[in-house]
């Protein structure tokens, strides 16, 4: 084997580095797996002069296997736990790992001596980053100005080093104002789609495993971790999660470390946004309790819309799904109608995913009124 990489980081940026590291054909782990599989059951047939002609034969070259990171799920274990002797079977020229899980990591590094460490490099808050929120963040997030300058000084410490550890951020305030939202923008910001989870499912002990780590079958926060697209990550809904989950998060929020079973994960200074519908500090103080409360560096409250507000919002989510549609259906709808409806009750507006709802809903009326 001429050369082993080891790549840390999100599949997009793994397979960028592929693309410039093989030359010829490539083959996953997966399909290796089968071929060797349908040729062990093939061999059943044949007789024993046939069996050893084909044992001396040359090993089949592979230019470059490429392994996945949800390839480790998909192979039965044994093929993980003796990787070395799997590969044995076949002659690799190059050898890409994606985020192997620790056993496989250590046998990796054990087994042989020239191994190419590589780490994607999550892009970083910046003066120009902060600039671009600072002008943007109103047209974005409508109605939650108080929101914008409490967050820039959230992010102040990591920009100016004054702190190397994640930045822990807390949204709260009603449901459906924009926290998801500006979780979101602040993700596109630092360069892609965010990684997000929804606590509300972490009630009973079927996600134990998830967190805590169970075989390398399943499903596992850390795995998610190595795969996310940026350093943003969002735990939405945190109030809703069963606290015995939240010590999970005291090495992560403390110092970027995440280990369960399986994987160790350095996730260095990423932007974690815990979102929830408290209505108050010692309220979230008092449901948290002082170990996971103390761990946050800020509370950012977000607040009912105003009239003012949900208007905005119901011009700006209108224009959107109108622009959605096809030229036919255009020439059904009356935006300037629609719009007017809501003006009537503007007062009652408070959350933007059931005006996006009562504006598709009205479309749609509109389009089925004037078709019939």
Not at 9 to 15: D, I, T
Not at 205 to 213: K, R, T
Not at 324 to 332: R, S, T
């Amino acid at each position: 084997m001429n050369k082993i990489f080891i790549y840390t980081g999100p599949r997009n940026a793994f397979e960028s580095f592929v693309d410039q590291e093989a030359q010829g054909e490539r083959k996953t782990l997966s399909t290796l797996v089968r071929e060797i599989d349908d040729a062990k059951r093939n061999h059943l047939h044949l007789t024993t002069e046939q069996a050893q002609e084909l044992k001396d034969e040359e090993k089949p070259v592979i230019h470059n296997l490429v392994v996945y990171s949800n390839e480790y799920a998909s192979v039965n274990e044994h093929v993980i736990f003796n990787m070395e002797g799997f590969l044995s079977r076949v002659e690799i020229d190059k050898l890409f790992f994606q985020n192997p899980p620790k056993v496989l990591h250590d046998k990796i590094m054990n087994s042989y001596s020239e191994v190419v460490l590589k780490s994607f490099e999550y892009p970083v808050l910046s003066k120009d980053i902060l600039t671009s929120i600072q002008t943007e963040f109103n047209s974005v997030i409508i109605d939650q100005g108080n929101v914008k300058e409490k967050l820039l000084k959230a992010f102040i410490p990591q920009i100016y080093g004054i702190n190397n550890k994640p930045i822990i951020v807390m949204f709260f305030g009603p449901s459906g104002v924009g926290k998801t939202e500006a979780a979101k923008y602040i993700s596109l910001q630092l360069g892609g789609k965010i990684l997000r989870k929804q606590m509300s499912m972490f009630q009973s002990s079927d996600f134990m495993s998830y967190l805590f780590g169970g075989t390398i079958h399943d499903k596992c926060f850390a795995r998610d971790l190595l795969d996310r697209e940026t350093n943003v990550i969002l735990l939405d809904e945190f109030d809703k999660a069963n606290t015995v989950f939240h010590s999970a998060f005291y090495q992560l929020f403390d110092e970027g470390l995440f280990v369960d079973s399986n994987y160790s994960v350095n996730v260095g200074n990423p932007i974690i946004i815990c979102t929830s519908n408290y209505t108050g500090l010692q309220e979230i103080k008092k449901h948290l309790g002082d170990p996971i409360y103390s761990r946050f560096d800020s509370f950012i409250e977000f607040e009912k819309l105003s009239p003012k507000g949900a208007l905005q919002i119901v011009k700006k989510i209108a224009s959107i799904e109108y622009d959605k549609l096809n030229a036919e259906a255009k020439g059904y709808v009356d935006i300037k109608e629609i719009i007017e409806v809501f003006t009537k009750h503007a007062k009652d507006l408070q959350n933007v995913r059931e005006i996006q709802s009562l504006i598709k809903e009205l479309i749609a009326d509109q389009i089925l009124e004037n078709i019939q």
